[in-house]
């Protein structure tokens, strides 16, 4: 559970800011990732956008965004 969440904040802010991982290494390692997903069957052509709505309003509650 988390109890403070401006501590959270700030620790992943540092660490994004401390990694500095260059776009191309970030994007091989997205296609892979998703790559792996895509052989063990958890995404799909068919089911990609699947849920997207619930990830979507997930995204804006935890960003504080409105709706």
Partial sequence: MINNCDTLRNFYR???ENE????????AIYEDLHNEA???????HENILEGIEIDIKI?????????
């Fill in 20 to 27: 500095k991982i260059p776009y191309l290494k970030a994007l």
């Fill in 14 to 16: 540092k660490l994004m």
């Fill in 59 to 67: 995204a804006k509650a935890v960003n504080g965004l409105p709706e």
């Fill in 38 to 44: 895509v052989k063990l069957g958890v995404i799909t």
